[in-house]
């Protein structure tokens, strides 16, 4: 009893503090303290950092120790009378341009904008207002997006984020998800990050670009790709198959199954098919393919959902399985990749 009650005092605690793991790192983003260790050669003392980065050697090394407790970094054992400090695999994904870097995810989920949102999550469950975000913003996510060029930005930037790391591990994990493949919309696509990515290991698949004509219009060109404006409530452009990703969770059961008819009538049906690429939540403890690992995370973005969109979920197996048949497919398989989400390919 002794040790449950000492074990939930340390639980208490971090919890009490549980944004100051967001903030020193998002800090350290800012500062740019990854690439400056980076330019150094993976490793720097403190002074020649603190000389880097632009500020005070002593209110710096604070931030690092605390970093270092986290094993962000690594504190290496010199003569010198200095701190020096290396990079990890962890660090490196605060990079800006490095390739598994995950920054834009950081900076849009820690900027006031979607922070705002968690104060009324309680007054959301209470069924005193609809939607959190709409609460603090006075309309939802997307209206604000559209009508906040900067916020707009932050979100195309991390949904490119994640796109890049998603479809690197579908090429990587199951390139067969692409075969037969000549032509992919990617419906909800941002900028194109995810078929840019895709292309370079596709180059024959033609691909189209589909999104809010407010997000396609500052979207970068790429050969290869078309974009296109519209909405997916009404249409899909039609293509050989349709790629969505992290699109699905925005949305309740009877969106996401129009979402689906629609990408169900772009296809052909005689050898089209949907690739949805969503969070799997697991109703058991599974510990095959690297998953487990990643479960939290998928609960985590569940109340994201809650605190962000009016409607939008993560789901278990059993309630896609409602969506997809709902929306007319006869058939669905599922692939563990190594993200939080899987990959779900509907058949009609």
Known sequence: MEKEEAEAEVEMWKFIFGFVEMAVVKCAIELGVAEAMETHG??????????????????????????VSRRVFKEAETSEAEPCYHQTALSRRLMTRGENGMVDLLLLESSPVMLAPWHALSARLRG?????????????????????????????????????????????????????????VDVGGGNGAA????????????????????????????????FIGGDMFDSVPTADAAFIMWVL??????????????????????????????????EKENHEGGKSTLKDVGLMLDMVMMAHTTTGKERTLKEWDYVIKKAGFSRYTVKPIRTVQSVIEAYP
Do not use: Q
């Open 249 to 282: 969770h925005d949305w309740g059961d009877e969106e996401c199954i129009r979402i689906l008819e629609k990408c169900r009538e772009a296809i052909p049906r005689e050898k089209g098919k949907v690739i949805i690429v969503d969070a799997v939540i697991e």
């Open 42 to 67: 993976g490793a720097v003392s403190l002074s020649s950092l603190s000389s880097a980065v632009g500020c005070s050697p002593s209110d710096l090394n604070r931030i690092m120790r605390f970093l």
């Open 128 to 184: 005193k207002v609809s939607a959190p975000f709409d609460a603090a913003h006075g309309e939802e996510i997307w209206g604000y997006a559209a009508s906040h060029p900067a916020h707009s930005k932050l979100i195309n930037d991390a949904m490119a984020c994640d796109a890049r790391l998603a479809v690197s591990a579908i090429v990587n994990g199951c390139p067969e998800v692409f075969d037969g493949v000549s032509s992919l």
């Open 195 to 226: 078929l840019r990515t895709l292309i370079k290991s596709r180059p024959l698949i033609s691909g189209i670009n589909f999104d809010l004509p407010h997000v396609v219009s500052a979207a970068p060109k790429c050969n290869g790709v078309e």
